[in-house]
Every structure is written in C-alpha cells, then in structure tokens.
C-alpha cells in the first residue's frame, strides 16, 4: 500500500483545502471558472506576476502538501498531458510576430513540460529525484508508477501530482480532437505518498496502464483477479465515461465535476478518497478511458474499512 498523507486539488470545484470534497460538488456548466486560492501565501508577488495559471496551481498544491508532513520529500514525480499551454502559446505568438530582433528566453522555458516539476522542486528548495511523466490522458498513471517504485527503493515521502490548464485554443479543437460537447477546464491535484500509515489509512493498492484495450469490462475483470478480488467487492467506481454496464449507483461520472483537462482523474481519486472515509467503504475504482483507447486503473483501498 501507498498511504495518501495529504492531498491538494485546485479545481472548478471548492476543492481547495475541504475536508471533504463531496460535499460542495456543483456539475460543471460552460461558465464556471477555476476556483483559486490566495496564491500570495504559497508565492511571492514578485514572482507570482511571472507564473502562468498552471504554475500557480502546481506550486500552491504542492506546498501544501509539503506542510502536511514533517520532512522533504525524497522523490517528486509529476503528470502533465499538456504542459504550459499559456506560455506555449505566448512563445509561438512572439515567433509569428517579431521579425529581425532577439528573442526573450523567457516564454519558451517556461512553456516545456517539465517547468512545472522543475519549479516545484526550486519553490520547495528540494534536490531530490525529480521526474516529469507526459502520456496524454495516461499521465497520472505513469507518474503514480514512479511514485510507486520510489516508495519500494526507500523513499520516505514522496510528491505525486498533475497539472493541466485551458486555453481558448483547446474550444476550436473540437470535434476534431475532443468531444463536441465537452466542457475545457483546468485543474491540478497534489498527493503526499508513503508506505508509512497515514491517518485516514486510505492509499493507492494497484495501477494499471493499458494501450489500446479491447473492452473496458473485461480489463477491469482481470485486473480485480491479478489483485484477488472480486467485483463485488469494489464499493464504487469512478469513470469520465458513462458505458460501463454497471448498476448507476455505484458509478460517479468525475468529469460531470472536474470538466475536461487529460488529468482530471487525479481529481476523481480525490472525490474517491473523501467518499471512502466518510462512509468506512473499503475499495473505490478509478476507471479513466480516453485518448486512442487507452486505459487507467487506479484501485483506492480503505484499511480501516471492515467490508
């Protein structure tokens, strides 16, 4: 097991800091806005003004999670399907428009995906393993895999999390490359990770990845048997889909709250997380299906349940 120690979500949603998420969850309707905390508490002004939105997120996620705990993490490992759109696009702007002159570095260092982990681990003053995972709607996964194999090395602590921002350029891709009817958001999630027990006992039991799966069913079938567990025995699925033959009430669609950015599932975990504490369940799956048919499986287990 990979106890949850702290987590952290900027989201559209009152996530921020909640001792259960659950609780305030509004569906996601075109005019909703990322709801931000005060960032002058994680960042200085001066540098605050530099930072795009999604390098504010990640930066005041990961701080709290850093209060959480008594000591730096060892590893830091961070999903990002997208990167910096904001200062991607701000860099191809100045190439398109500015002729005959030198070019500011600025934009384009801070438009590759790894500026997100990298200026976590300089905000952090940490020099340890510091990782950055991009595989489309797979990239928590991949991170949560690092971080899982950080813990088995002997890593103490170790910070997961992910990070995707919109753009109004992401609206034009649609339909051609997102659903016609989808909602465009952004959001971050922030996890604190050990193998030591954490308060609430709840953490990460298995992760799977799967490129182009066949039937999402029959995945999950033989993942549950790999982990000896029966399907009976899952308390309540979490999904961005809504094609599983699976009784209603025990499916939560997370993208009805956390919209459409490719990491949005770490926000579904954290709906998952809360969920089972509050009502002592003992497994709560996380199923995210999207790009080219891949597939994530992230299986939450409550310790303290007696189900």
């Not at 025995?233 to 499916?251: A, F, H």
């Not at 709250?257 to 579904?268: D, E, P, Q, V």
């Not at 996380?286 to 994530?296: A, E, R, T």
Request: charged share 20%; proline share 3%.
């Amino acid at each position: 097991m990979y106890y949850i120690h702290k987590i952290a979500s900027i989201t559209h949603q009152d996530s921020f800091i909640q001792k259960d998420v659950n609780d305030s969850l509004v569906e996601i309707a075109e005019d909703t806005v990322l709801i931000s905390p005060d960032y002058k508490k994680y960042v200085l002004p001066a540098s605050l003004r530099r930072l795009s939105p999604i390098l504010r997120m990640a930066v005041a996620a990961a701080k709290e999670c850093q209060e959480a705990i008594t000591i730096p993490f060892e590893a830091i490992s961070v999903g990002t399907a997208l990167g910096c759109l904001t200062d991607t696009e701000k860099f191809l702007n100045v190439i398109n428009t500015v002729e005959g002159d030198i070019l500011s570095p600025t934009a384009f260092i801070q438009s590759t995906h790894n500026t997100i982990a990298g200026l976590i681990s300089l905000e952090l003053k940490n020099h340890s393993y510091n990782m950055t995972h991009t595989q489309n709607n797979l990239s928590l996964e991949m991170a949560l895999i690092d971080s899982m194999l950080c813990c088995d090395e002997g890593k103490d602590f170790v910070l997961l999390g992910v990070a995707d921002e919109a753009i109004d350029f992401l609206n034009k891709l649609k339909p051609i490359v997102l659903p016609e009817n989808s909602i465009v958001t952004s959001g971050t999630t922030f996890f604190a990770l050990s193998k030591k027990k954490s308060k609430s006992e709840i953490g990460f039991l298995a992760c799977r990845s799967i490129i182009k799966a066949k039937e999402i069913e029959m995945e999950i079938e033989l993942f549950l048997q790999e982990l000896k567990i029966e399907s009976k025995e899952i308390d309540r699925i979490y999904t961005n889909q809504n094609s599983l033959d699976l009784p209603k009430e025990m499916v939560v669609n997370y993208e009805a709250y956390s919209g459409l950015y490719f990491t949005s599932n770490a926000f579904g975990v954290h709906m998952a997380n809360d969920w089972l504490i509050k009502e002592a369940k003992k497994y709560a799956l996380i199923v995210n299906s999207g790009c080219n048919n891949s597939l994530g499986l992230i299986l939450l287990k409550n310790d303290k349940a007696q189900n």
